[in-house]
């Protein structure tokens, strides 16, 4: 057991393992969420499938148990290879790996029998909320003790990157989830709104959103076989997304009254995001500049790369649904459920993928099992989801459409039933996606071909 936990890259291996896992299992909860919408009686005998209990299951297990541990395995993988040292401790990231995951693990086992803090985003009870915690201050000794100990002297973006995420959420966790109330986790009144999407928003905008944007940082130039366009633009990329993602919460919350100010700062730095979107953009756009079809051919880049397109699509939308007078139409419905799907899964689950694909062979020292089911994944996952944005950017513009005209909600139903239909559909492909990788990732373990000691470096030092 003891020789277990030591194991080299163990944990990485296991968070990223637990990741392809849930992402199965969100998947399947997303299917009954779509199912719901098709057929409302279609589970009415079940309890543990109500609405209201699935639904936070199937979205919590895609936030925290498919993309974060994902991007957070793959992040203690290349760390210790960027610092050119191992990871200061396995044991102490396999106890992260425990707390973290008896956390995700809580959402169906407690959400199914109506156990939930009941407030988006911050569902988990109090206990799992002390193991979430618990989880990131031992990644956070972790990896600070592995820069204190690191034989490169610069510290790389991807590095930033993952060292603030864990950070950010060590602080911003506790204060959205309102752990001081450990009954409730909620504040009362208006003020909780402002608490629950201060974490809302933070959860994909300073814990997803730098784990993705690390990760790409970390494959693009290694797959472009390339060195980093300018590594003064990632820092500047970096700053901006401090100074700007931190205080624009607000725009989720536009249509309560919360004070003015707040409103209008949160909408005037949502459209200045442009800035630090563009600048990672570009940078790693010019990165793969002149070895695009190399990166393309890829099949794990192309994952990231996918991601790369899909942060375009989100951070043109994002900026445009701050505008008041877009949100007259666009909040409230199934606009916005188009661009959480684009954005968590577009962004931060093609870069988790693509990520973990690349990562994988290094970790194991084994081949990949079939770079044709990542492939196959890819084109799975991109049909489901490029057919929700249609989808659902269509039907939130009948629902927005219909409610500035005054119309009552239950006379727009019948006319989004094709919508959902085609939703549930199309869901089918993201669920086969995610179950081909997680059947590919088995494979690589049990059945990949070991790489010998020469390729196994030539890996290593790509780039
Ligand atoms: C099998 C594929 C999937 C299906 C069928 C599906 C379906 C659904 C449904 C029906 C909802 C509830 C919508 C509502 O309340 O109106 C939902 C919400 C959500 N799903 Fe999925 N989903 C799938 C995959 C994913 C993936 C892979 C992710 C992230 C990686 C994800 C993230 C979310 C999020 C964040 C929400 C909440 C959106 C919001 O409240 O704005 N889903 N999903
Ligand atoms: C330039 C960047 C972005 C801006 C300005 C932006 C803006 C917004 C706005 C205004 C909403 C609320 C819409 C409404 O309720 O009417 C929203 C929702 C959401 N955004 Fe973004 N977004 C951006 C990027 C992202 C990224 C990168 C992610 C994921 C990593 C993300 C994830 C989400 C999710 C999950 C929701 C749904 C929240 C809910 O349940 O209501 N966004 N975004």
């Given amino acids: 057991m003891i020789k277990f936990i030591q194991k080299p890259q163990g944990a990485s291996l296991a968070f990223m393992l637990a990741g392809a896992a849930w992402f199965v299992v969100g998947a399947l909860y997303g299917m009954v ?21 699935e639904r936070p299951i199937h979205v919590n297990t895609m936030l925290y148990g498919f993309t974060g541990t994902m991007l957070i395995g793959a992040g203690l993988y290349y760390v210790p290879a960027l610092l050119r040292t191992r990871l200061w401790s396995e044991p102490l990231a396999w106890a992260g790996f425990l707390f973290w995951n008896i956390t995700i693990a809580s959402g169906p086992l407690c959400f199914s029998f109506g156990y939930t803090q009941g407030r988006e985003y911050s569902e988990y009870v109090f206990w799992a909320d002390v193991s979430l915690v618990f989880a990131v201050l031992c990644l956070i000794v972790d990896v600070v003790m592995t820069i204190a100990h690191r034989r490169e002297k610069q510290l790389y973006v991807s590095v930033w990157y993952l060292v603030a995420a864990l950070l950010w959420t060590a602080c911003n966790y506790p204060l959205g989830n309102v752990m001081w109330h450990p009954s409730t986790g909620a504040m009362p009144g208006l003020i909780d709104s402002l608490f629950l999407w201060f974490w809302g928003h933070n959860l994909p905008g300073l814990l997803i959103t730098p784990l993705a944007t690390g990760a790409a940082y970390f494959v693009i130039p290694r797959a472009a076989r390339a060195p980093l366009n300018s590594h003064t633009l990632s820092l500047a990329g970096f700053w901006f997304l401090v100074a700007l993602y931190t205080h624009i919460g607000g725009h989720h919350v536009l249509q309560s009254p919360i004070p003015n100010w707040l409103k209008t ?13 563009s600048i990672v953009v ?6 793969a500049r002149f070895f695009g079809g190399r990166v393309w051919s890829d099949p794990a880049a192309r994952l990231v790369m996918g991601g790369i397109v899909w942060y375009i699509v989100t951070c043109v939308q994002g900026p445009l649904q701050s505008l008041p007078f877009m949100q007259r139409v666009t909040h409230f419905n199934n606009w916005t459920i188009g661009h959480a799907h684009i954005a968590m899964l577009g962004f931060g689950g093609y870069i988790a993928l693509g990520t973990m694909w690349h990562v994988i062979p290094l970790v194991t020292g084994k081949s990949l099992y079939s770079e044709k089911l990542v492939s196959l994944q890819f084109g799975l996952i991109t049909v489901g989801l490029t057919g929700f944005f249609v989808v659902l950017t269509i039907a939130g513009l009948i629902q927005g459409g219909a409610w500035h005209n005054g119309e009552t909600v239950y006379r727009v139903l019948p006319e989004l039933a094709p919508y959902f239909i085609c939703r549930a559909a199309l869901g089918i492909f993201i669920l086969t996606g995610a179950l081909v990788g997680l059947y590919n990732l088995a494979m690589t373990l049990w059945r990949g071909e070991e ?11 790509a780039a």
């Fill in 33 to 53: 969420s779509a199912i719901h919408f098709v057929s409302p009686e279609f589970f009415s005998n079940i309890p543990a499938l109500v609405f209201g209990r």
């Fill in 265 to 277: 700062v949160s909408v005037v730095d949502s459209v200045a995001m442009i800035v630090p979107v």
């Fill in 282 to 287: 570009l940078n790693l756009w010019l990165t």
């Fill in 451 to 461: 790489l010998s000691a020469e390729e196994l470096q030539r890996a290593e030092e």
